[in-house]
Each structure stands twice: as structure tokens, then as C-alpha cells.
């Protein structure tokens, strides 16, 4: 039966229903405030953190060189999901062509493998700081620091790309609703009418690559971090250790682990499905949330942010 609908290639479909949240009919305006609020919040604080990093020299450290990338990154990746979000819940037009919906499942891809990458690199600087201090300086220069950022960036381009690639060659016939608020891999494969095999083969390679490795090398960061920091016999000398580091570890707990639960959460059969809300853990909230976990508790980031205020204040008046 399927063979007979492949060769009916007049029901080759080319748009896709992305159904959203619309199981929550009575709240669509309520969902469009907060998630405009929310992505307004994010362009903001993620831009006043890149304006903080550029402007004040106490923060041209390898740290915030890294920070400022997350900060550009999570702009675009924002960008990419919640504005055809907000147009839908405000429309209710949920239709997206499936050049569009394959133009966004790339860009998902890229950037969340390429936070994922960051925030390896991130780790493994304060690694360095931390369990190797005296070599810091001269293991952490500029040259390595634009390296690891510029690995992380095309290493994810050129790999998602591949799979974006793999991915075009899939032909859907219906049906072409997908139960989620943007494209996803997962969702997609299931509609499509092809052979999946290579795609489902790619995709646990692209898995492992661009997310599990970057994890296990975070983890295992993590780890030397604990053990040289439980080794320090002040509490003074502990505290003052885990706070170069806590804002980071905040950060990548509230990503890999709505990632994981997101991923690993058995299907539900239900009329909600609970992994579409947890999906909005990881793609609407953490670009929001990582520069406020940082400008909160990081001193340097709040004394660089008086400084551009008091400025802006002496401009004013």
C-alpha cells in the first residue's frame, strides 16, 4: 500500500501544520504575551551582556570572549523558534512550507549543537582556571580562545549540514501535522513516506558528535573542578573557587538536563504531550535565563553594568 502511494506523486506534501500549543484553546493570547515578553527579555539581556564584554576591558577574558559567543548564539537561536511561534499564536495560521520547516530544523540543529560545543569550551576553560591556575594565563591565549570558539561554530555548521542534506532527501505524503511548536528531527522522520534508515543512522552520529561528546567532556571537566576544589582546606578557599564556576555549572544543568528529560521521556499517548512543554525548557527559557544567571551572580559582570548605567545617566542628564 505505501509503494503504491510513493508512486502517487501528486500527494507529495509541501506545507506542514506545526499544531503547537493548540490543545490550550482558551490561552493563546495569554502564551503570545508571555513568550513575547520573554523573547523581548532575551534580545535585550543577551545584547546588553555582548555590549558589557566589548566596552569594559575587565571583562576581555577569555570567559566572557566565550560568554559574549553564547550571548550572539543565543539571539540567533531564539530568533530562529519563538517568532514564528508568536506569529501562529497570534494568528493561528499554523502552516510553514517544508523548505521553511527544513530551513529551521537546520538552524535548530546548528545552534544547539554549537551551545552545546560552547559550553564544553567553557567548562574546559574553567578547568584550567581552576585546577591548573599558575599555567592559565599562558595556556588560555587570545589565539586559543578565537580557535575553540571558531571550532565550535563551523565544527556544527559543517556536521548539521551534512544532516540537513540527508534530511532533504526524505519525501513526506502525509499526514503532515507535527505535534510540537517548531520543525523537529524527530517529528519529521515519522511523517516521512522514504526509507529511513540512513537518516535515523546519521542523526545517532550527529547525537553523539555535536551533544553526548561535548556532555561526557563537560562532565568530565566538571569533575576535576569538584575534586581539586574539595581539596582546597580553606572554606574560604572553596567558596571563592566554586564561585568562578557556579554560574556556568547553573547554566549547563538547566540545558542538558531539559534536554535529557525532554529526549529520554517515554511518548505520551495523552491529549497533552508533556515533551513539548519541557521543550520550552531548553530552546525559549535558557537563552533568557543564561545572561541573568551570569549578570546576577558574577560581580564583575554587575560592577561593569553599573559603569555603563552611571555613563548612560551622565549622557542623559
Given at each position: 500500500m505505501?509503494?503504491?502511494v510513493?508512486?502517487?506523486?501528486?500527494?507529495?506534501?509541501?506545507?506542514?501544520?506545526?499544531?503547537?500549543?493548540?490543545?490550550?484553546h482558551?490561552?493563546?493570547?495569554?502564551?503570545?504575551?508571555?513568550?513575547?515578553?520573554?523573547?523581548?527579555?532575551?534580545i535585550?539581556?543577551?545584547?546588553?551582556?555582548?555590549?558589557?564584554?566589548?566596552?569594559?576591558?575587565?571583562?576581555?577574558?577569555?570567559?566572557?570572549?566565550?560568554?559574549?559567543?553564547?550571548?550572539?548564539?543565543?539571539?540567533?537561536?531564539?530568533?530562529?523558534?519563538?517568532?514564528?511561534?508568536?506569529?501562529?499564536?497570534?494568528?493561528?495560521?499554523?502552516?510553514?512550507?517544508?523548505?521553511?520547516?527544513?530551513?529551521?530544523?537546520?538552524?535548530?540543529?546548528?545552534?544547539?549543537?554549537?551551545?552545546?560545543?560552547?559550553l564544553?569550551?567553557?567548562?574546559?576553560?574553567?578547568f584550567?582556571?581552576?585546577?591548573?591556575?599558575?599555567?592559565?594565563?599562558?595556556?588560555?591565549?587570545?589565539?586559543?580562545?578565537?580557535?575553540?570558539?571558531?571550532?565550535?561554530?563551523?565544527?556544527?555548521?559543517?556536521?548539521?549540514?551534512?544532516?540537513?542534506?540527508?534530511?532533504?532527501?526524505?519525501?513526506?505524503?502525509?499526514?503532515?501535522?507535527?505535534?510540537?511548536?517548531?520543525?523537529?528531527?524527530?517529528?519529521?522522520?515519522?511523517?516521512?513516506?522514504?526509507?529511513?534508515?540512513?537518516?535515523?543512522?546519521?542523526?545517532?552520529?550527529?547525537?553523539?558528535?555535536?551533544?553526548?561528546?561535548?556532555?561526557?567532556?563537560?562532565?568530565?571537566?566538571?569533575?576535576?573542578?569538584?575534586?581539586?576544589?574539595?581539596?582546597?582546606?580553606?572554606?574560604?578557599?572553596?567558596?571563592?573557587?566554586?564561585?568562578?564556576?557556579?554560574?556556568?555549572?547553573?547554566?549547563?544543568?538547566?540545558?542538558?538536563?531539559?534536554?535529557?528529560?525532554?529526549?529520554?521521556?517515554?511518548?505520551?499517548?495523552?491529549?497533552?504531550?508533556?515533551?513539548?512543554?519541557?521543550?520550552?525548557?531548553?530552546?525559549?527559557?535558557?537563552?533568557?535565563?543564561?545572561?541573568?544567571?551570569?549578570?546576577?551572580?558574577?560581580?564583575?559582570?554587575?560592577?561593569?553594568?553599573?559603569?555603563?548605567?552611571?555613563q548612560?545617566?551622565?549622557?542623559?542628564?
Open positions: 505505501r509503494n503504491a510513493q508512486e502517487n506523486r501528486t500527494a507529495t506534501v509541501t506545507d506542514f501544520l506545526l499544531l503547537g500549543f493548540g490543545e490550550l482558551g490561552l493563546q493570547i495569554i502564551l503570545f504575551l508571555v513568550f513575547l515578553v520573554v523573547y523581548i527579555l532575551t535585550l539581556a543577551n545584547f546588553l551582556t555582548i555590549l558589557l564584554i566589548l566596552t569594559d576591558l575587565h571583562l576581555h577574558t577569555p570567559m566572557y570572549f566565550f560568554l559574549g559567543n553564547l550571548s550572539c548564539l543565543e539571539m540567533i537561536y531564539s530568533s530562529t523558534i519563538v517568532p514564528k511561534m508568536l506569529a501562529s499564536l497570534l494568528t493561528g495560521d499554523k502552516s510553514i512550507s517544508l523548505k521553511g520547516c527544513m530551513t529551521q530544523l537546520y538552524f535548530f540543529g546548528f545552534l544547539a549543537s554549537t551551545e552545546c560545543c560552547l564544553s569550551v567553557m567548562s574546559y576553560d574553567r584550567l582556571a581552576i585546577c591548573r591556575p599558575l599555567h592559565y594565563a599562558t595556556s588560555m591565549k587570545n589565539r586559543l580562545c578565537i580557535q575553540l570558539a571558531a571550532a565550535s561554530w563551523i565544527n556544527s555548521m559543517v556536521l548539521t549540514s551534512i544532516y540537513s542534506v540527508v534530511m532533504s532527501k526524505l519525501w513526506f505524503c502525509g499526514p503532515n501535522e507535527i505535534d510540537h511548536f517548531f520543525c523537529e528531527s524527530l517529528p519529521l522522520i515519522g511523517l516521512s513516506c522514504s526509507d529511513t534508515t540512513l537518516v535515523k543512522y546519521v542523526s545517532i552520529f550527529m547525537t553523539f558528535i555535536l551533544t553526548f561528546l561535548p556532555f561526557i567532556l563537560t562532565v568530565i571537566s566538571y569533575a576535576c573542578i569538584i575534586n581539586t576544589i574539595s581539596r582546597i582546606p580553606s572554606s574560604t578557599g572553596r567558596q571563592k573557587a566554586f564561585s568562578t564556576c557556579s554560574s556556568h555549572l547553573i547554566v549547563v544543568s538547566l540545558f542538558y538536563g531539559t534536554l535529557f528529560i525532554t529526549y529520554l521521556m517515554p511518548e505520551s499517548k495523552g491529549i497533552i504531550n508533556p515533551s513539548k512543554f519541557f521543550s520550552v525548557l531548553y530552546t525559549v527559557l535558557p537563552p533568557f535565563f543564561n545572561p541573568v544567571i551570569y549578570s546576577l551572580r558574577n560581580r564583575d559582570v554587575k560592577e561593569a553594568l553599573n559603569k555603563l548605567l552611571h548612560f545617566w551622565k549622557v542623559i542628564f
